[in-house]
């Protein structure tokens, strides 16, 4: 006996949960940054100031981050790169074109001064994300004690007002002595501005740093995949040769399975027509010529981008 529609549906809901939950279980870095940035609504928190400010070490007119390499490949360090999105302050929209300014100190904690080593300027994408690499900052005494590792933020959305602000990471154990680290509430609170950091497959270290802030931008992919379609599986992440994409669409339309740069061009298209509910798959086989780095695969329904993931695709 044939099977009824709605139960149909209902098991496929089903098996795409089941397959969410069991990505983001795993190591899957793009899958841990999209989980965060979906549930980024339900701990939406204004970011706040820091209590040092910009402190005495910025330097003017920094450079543009190329190919996401805040830190250059001879520099000296453990190797770490940083994402997340910028949000408006209820969550409810993601802020492309925002400035973000970087700057830290080299892993013996000192600042380069006189030119621009360690210091950066990315615009985030059209959805609202931005992602450096850099090595972890070392540490520098402030009176008797040390401050813990830390990049400098200045976040300035178009036609908005500039936030200046401070980064820190879990398990340091000069936190709980700074003064600024160890501000847990008021203007200065840092509590959200310490972030866990784990390690990838490639062996570095990684952590992702949401940030609210006063702006407008356009309404972002929390949760328009729920009801359209969605990337459940992209394996293996990071990846060489080829990357096997596995989707869903939820109802009759039009989908795009679309891969960008990280500056935002299309680099490839996947997929581009009219498909039934169900689930796909696709296989991604980028050109020899192809840099390594940072890549994002979008799935379009209808025109409107429903779900957004970050790969990496590592070099030969």
Same mark, same amino acid.
């Given at each position: ?14 098996n795409?949960?089941?397959a969410?939950?069991?990505l ?89 001064n006189?030119?621009?080593?360690l ?44 936030l200046?602000?401070q ?5 340091d ?18 509590? /959200? !501005?310490?972030i866990? %950091?784990?390690?990838n497959?490639e *062996?570095? =270290?990684?952590? $992702? ?8 931008g ?8 729920i ?25 009759? /339309? !039009?989908?795009?399975? %679309?891969?960008?740069?990280?500056? *935002?061009? =299309?680099?490839? $298209? ?10 796909y ?36």
């Amino acid at each position: 006996m044939k099977e009824p529609k709605a139960r149909k549906r209902r098991q496929f809901l089903k098996n795409m949960s089941l397959a969410t939950l069991a990505l983001g279980m795993g190591s899957n870095a793009s899958a841990r940054d999209s989980d965060k940035a979906e549930k980024t609504e339900f701990n939406c928190k204004e970011t706040t100031l820091d209590y040092y400010g910009e402190g005495p070490f910025y330097t003017d007119n920094p450079p543009t981050i190329v190919d996401g390499q805040l830190a250059g490949a001879a520099e000296e360090g453990e190797r770490m790169i940083i994402s997340g999105r910028v949000f408006n302050l209820d969550c409810s929209q993601v802020i492309p074109n925002a400035l973000v300014d970087v700057w830290h100190a080299d892993h013996q904690g000192a600042y380069d001064n006189e030119g621009f080593r360690l210091r950066g300027q990315i615009l985030t994408n059209d959805q609202g994300f931005y992602l450096f690499e850099t090595i972890k900052p070392g540490k520098y005494k402030n009176g008797n004690r040390f401050r813990p590792s830390h990049i400098h933020y200045k976040i300035t959305p178009p036609g908005f007002p500039t936030l200046i602000t401070q980064l820190y990471f879990d398990e340091d154990e000069d936190l709980a002595s700074d003064p600024a680290s160890s501000i847990t509430e008021g203007e200065f609170d840092a509590t /959200a !501005r310490i972030i866990p %950091l784990g390690v990838n497959s490639e *062996g570095k =270290l990684e952590g $992702t740093f949401d940030i609210m802030i006063t702006g407008e931008g356009v309404t972002g992919l929390n949760d328009l995949h729920i009801n359209k379609g969605m990337l459940y599986e992209i394996s293996p992440n990071p990846f060489r040769n080829q990357l096997l994409i596995k989707y869903g669409v939820f109802r009759r /339309a !039009r989908v795009s399975l %679309l891969v960008y740069s990280l500056s *935002g061009h =299309l680099v490839a $298209t996947l997929e581009e027509r009219t498909l039934s509910p169900e689930k796909y798959e696709a296989i991604w086989e980028p050109s020899a010529g192809l840099p390594a780095g940072h890549y994002f695969i979008a799935l379009k329904i209808n025109d409107l981008q429903v779900h957004y993931q970050k790969v990496i695709r590592t070099g030969y």
